[in-house]
């Protein structure tokens, strides 16, 4: 009884640290506590990418105006620094104030392949989702047109994903394979990704669409083998999203019966 | 109509403080690209300094610290994860904890308490604020609408670099009750800058 009702309590304390945390204003043994609390709360960890968010604002606020010269040293010196090759996605951790283990500060935020979306990342899918995410892709440098489609493309993604109200929906695929949907009610928009579906006779499409009250609106044909993701928006209350196999050039209608239907609530 | 790509979209999301370019310059960085450092250097260093100058009152630090800020920046560009927030937040977390790692490491608590009390710093006469910080006047505003010591206790913690614990100690009060007005306090700056 008293256990549960301290147990309460202490969570009650641990959550009111967001802020401070969000503000870099722990002491270490707090921050290593609180980070303990966030890898198993959910809610704490979209709180605290909300309040880095805004303490994002208050930083910018004060911007002020460099030393022209500081510009060409800067150039100059990332233009012979090595950079670090794609990997585990980081965050900046911090090393907890006043404290010695500056080395295990890989706090939180910090450790690689852990971080506010562990499914995701276990999933694999936040990889794919995110390496186009992060605009064009190599594949996009082909000509002008590519690369500015690409990239408008590569901010919606980005701004979806980054969205704070953003939330995960998975189903399965009859036949075989596994839909992803990140998206953000807030934004009325979504990020698709399917990942295993089985292969289709040639001339055969994997073809996406929202269903709802008002019909049925074409999203474009799945890229064949590869996950790559498809941005939506204009999402409408009673929306799902689903699949269909369809000639490889897509059609106006659903013209069979979908291997994915997928409510959006 | 079917087989095209949708590529419509709503309009900047996010609020003001969104910068979806600032994203995809990190990622144009993240494969080595110096024309894409050059951009984004002209939009990160001016928050980068203001940020860390408000921290360390100290320009020649501060110029220093930029440029660490900037070149961990470039160097670690791949591993940004817009799945954990903005790719300013992120940009802004660097630069303070970096700020922060300074200040904490090189003064003591005691000299700092000195300096929150004293008077102006004598930097404004060698640099000068960005008066296209559009943000500017609004933060002021949804600062402003805070309550005191909301106000205090984010700003000491933000702007001064202070711990909590020295925040309860600069304004007198316990340090649970910091702890609770910086996190009330940035729920309300939150939905203040957010509504704007």
């Known amino acids: ?265 | 109509m079917a087989g095209s790509e949708q590529a419509h979209w709503p309009g900047p999301a996010g609020g003001p403080g969104a910068d979806p370019e600032l994203a995809l310059l990190v990622s144009r960085i993240a494969r080595g690209d110096q024309r894409a450092y050059e951009q984004f250097y002209d939009r990160a260093a001016g928050p980068v300094l203001g940020l860390v100058l408000s921290v360390l009152r100290d320009l020649a630090q501060s110029e220093e610290v930029m440029q660490e800020v900037l070149l961990e920046a470039w160097r670690t560009a791949s591993r940004y994860d817009p799945a954990r927030g903005s790719a300013m937040s992120w940009l802004m977390m660097l630069a303070h904890r970096r700020a922060v790692d300074r200040v904490r490491s090189e003064q003591r608590a005691a000299e700092r308490e000195q300096r929150a009390t004293s008077a102006q710093v004598d930097y404004d006469d060698v640099i000068e604020a960005v008066e296209s910080a559009l943000d500017r006047e609004r933060v002021r505003r949804c600062l402003d609408a805070l309550t005191e010591l909301q106000r205090e206790s984010v700003t000491l913690a933000y702007y001064g670099g202070y711990s909590y614990s020295e925040v309860a100690r600069l304004l007198g009060v316990p340090p649970g009750t910091v702890k609770t007005r910086m996190r009330d306090g940035l729920i309300r700056l939150r939905d203040c800058l957010g509504a704007e």
């Open chain 1, 1 to 265: 009884m008293a256990g549960f009702r301290r147990r309460g309590r202490d969570r009650a304390e641990l959550h009111s640290l967001a802020g401070a945390y969000a503000l870099n204003a722990l002491s270490g043994p707090d921050q290593a506590r609180f980070e303990r609390h966030l890898a198993g709360c959910e809610q704490c960890r979209l709180e605290v990418r909300g309040f880095g968010e805004t303490a994002a604002r208050l930083g910018a606020a004060q911007a002020v105006r460099p030393r022209p010269e500081l510009r060409d040293q800067a150039l100059r010196t990332a233009a012979r620094t090595r950079q670090l090759p794609p990997g585990p996605r980081l965050w900046p951790g911090r090393a907890p104030s006043g404290s010695a283990r500056a080395g295990a500060a890989a706090s939180w935020w910090g450790r690689p392949g852990r971080g506010p979306w562990p499914r995701l990342l276990a999933a694999g899918v936040a990889a794919a989702v995110l390496a186009a995410a992060a605009v064009a892709g190599v594949t996009a440098l082909r000509d002008e047109h590519r690369i500015s489609q690409d990239q408008a493309r590569g901010n919606e993604l980005a701004a979806v994903l980054s969205a704070p109200d953003v939330v995960m929906l998975t189903a399965k695929v009859t036949g075989g394979g596994k839909a992803t949907v990140l998206m953000s009610h807030h934004m009325r928009a979504l990020v698709f990704t399917a990942a295993g579906l089985p292969p289709l006779p040639a001339g055969k499409g994997y073809e996406l669409w929202l269903i709802g009250p008002s019909g049925s609106r074409p999203q474009g044909m799945l890229p064949a083998g590869a996950a790559r993701p498809m941005m939506i928006a204009g999402l409408a209350d009673g929306d799902q999203v689903g699949v269909t196999v369809e000639p490889r050039a897509g059609s106006a209608q659903p013209t069979t019966r979908p291997v994915l239907l997928m409510p959006l609530e």
